[in-house]
């Protein structure tokens, strides 16, 4: 097992997640999954140009080298002469503003009273204009983790880039739709002690976020990049994690990575579907940033923040509904993710128990989709009114069924499902039968002839009961 702190590991996050609503400096809607064919299409060039400190990035240099043509794909139900870089940005989206302010009190950070945007020059392409507008919103905040607080360094709001459909050459394709969506990037210090400590990081800005309104949801919406470094070596950022759950595999990767390179470069890594990591440019220094002059400095005022009202965190929401009605804590954080209003299905169906509910909201709809790749989006208040009605019994399997004829279109014929009656003596019968017979062996004869029609559990314990 690796010996985290014997290496020295230091280790921080960087979390961006998407905004829903409008476009940051325009009116346009924040759309990110355009698959149609575009309106019409631009080309351009981009190059470097000196920070603010009259340098020019390394990064940027690295990316002017490679002399690539950037093809954009532009729709006009998404996109304005503002992605173009043919407007000027127009005034910054209050609600992603009040947004990102909300997020920052949930972390405990020091909200800036004077909020400025400035330009970081990016010229891979992913912009119009050569520059990213990021605004810092406040630092210094901490978030408690199991082991221990890890500080918040920064969280910013700035503009998402454009999304990169191919790469043919020295020409790239990207396409605008999701170009100027509002993005908060939050950094951690590095606090991080381990790679699972990583994950679980990771795991509770998420949860905070995801209690805020007017987050994006779905594939995409929400990337982790993470700094680290371990004794004598350069700091190296790792992009491109999609699912938390790769987090703790891949640092473990690279620290063993970093352990075999005597004269390791400080430079951004892509995350790999194996584990390993990939180059994908030398690391970005100070010299990108210069001050933004077409976007109004913004006064942090007490009526703005007074008019930020804190939400309950989806951590607390889950927890009462725990606690409430003894339903498990995974089915618990599914409904809170989901948005699902557990309260009113256990009002509408009193007959029901809470947990048979839950059990058909989030574990049903789960397995029939991951086995049978089916719409799962509707049947749960047909199926729970049958058995609220006592029209079926409140059985796993009987349900299961049902929404999967839903799923499919069929006709349900309730008759199938009928709760059988004497069902003790029709197992004895069955037990007569199949004399020196398993258990596992009768449960299956069983559950041939009351399949759908009485609870798999019940038929176990009366089993046994008579075995």
């Known amino acids: 097992m690796m010996d985290y702190k014997k290496l020295g590991f230091k280790c921080g996050l960087e979390v961006h997640q998407q905004l829903d609503g409008k476009k940051l400096f325009c009116s346009c809607p924040a759309i990110t999954n355009k698959t149609e064919e575009p309106d019409f299409k631009i080309t351009r060039k981009l190059r470097a140009v000196a920070g603010e400190k009259g340098e020019k990035d390394v990064a940027a ?19 304005c002469l503002v992605e173009l870089d043919e407007d000027p940005p127009h005034e910054l989206n209050k609600d992603a503003l009040k947004i990102a302010l909300t997020v920052s009190k949930l972390l405990n950070a020091k909200i800036e009273k004077k909020i400025k945007y400035m330009r970081k020059i990016v010229v891979d392409g992913s912009n119009t204009t050569g520059f990213q507008r990021t605004a ?56 991080v002690k381990d790679n699972e400590h990583a994950k679980e990081t990771a795991s509770i800005i998420g949860m905070i976020l995801r209690s805020v309104d007017g987050i994006k949801r779905g594939i995409g919406s ?12 350069a700091r190296i950022e790792i992009k491109g994690f ?113 947990e048979f509910i839950a059990r058909v909201l989030v574990d049903m709809k789960k397995e029939i989709k991951a086995r049978f790749d089916l719409d ?14 006592g029209k079926i019994p409140e059985s796993v399997s009987g349900a299961m069924l049902i929404l999967i004829d839903i799923a499919k279109g069929n006709k349900i014929d309730l008759n199938k499902y009928k709760p059988v009656e004497n069902i003790d003596d029709e197992i004895r019968k069955i ?37």
């Open 376 to 389: 799962t989006t509707k049947g749960e208040e047909e199926v729970l009114e049958y058995i609220d009605e």
């Open 242 to 354: 999609q699912d938390l759950r790769s987090i703790p595999r891949v640092i473990e990767k690279e620290v063993e990575r970093q352990l075999k390179i005597k004269n390791l470069k400080a430079e951004v890594r892509n995350a790999k579907k194996d584990g390993t990591t990939e180059f994908l440019r030398p690391m970005p220094g100070q010299a990108r940033m210069y001050p933004e002059t077409d976007v109004n400095e913004i006064i942090v005022d007490n009526k703005l923040l007074n008019s930020i009202k804190l939400p309950e965190l989806k951590i607390e929401k889950s927890l009462n509904l725990e606690n409430k009605y003894c339903i498990r804590e995974d089915q618990a954080k599914e409904i809170i993710d989901n948005k699902i209003d557990f309260e009113k299905y256990v009002e509408k169906f009193k007959k029901v128990k809470p």
């Open 431 to 467: 037990i007569k039968e199949n004399k020196n017979a398993s258990f596992n062996a009768i449960m299956g004869e069983v559950m041939k002839k009351f399949r759908g029609k009485v609870d798999p559990k019940k038929i176990a314990e009366l089993i046994k009961e008579e075995v």
């Open 61 to 79: 240099l690295y990316e002017e080298t490679r002399n690539r043509e950037f093809i954009y794909e532009v729709y006009r139900d998404c996109d």
């Open 136 to 191: 810092l919103i406040s630092s210094n905040g901490f978030i408690e983790t199991s082991k221990g607080k890890v500080r918040i360094d920064t969280v910013f709001l700035e503009e998402e880039a454009a999304k990169k459909i191919k790469e043919e050459g020295n020409k790239v394709t990207y396409r605008l739709d999701r170009l100027g969506v509002p993005l908060i990037e939050i950094a951690t210090k590095p606090d």
């Open 222 to 233: 929400i990337r982790q990049d993470v700094n680290l470094s371990i004794n004598g070596k």
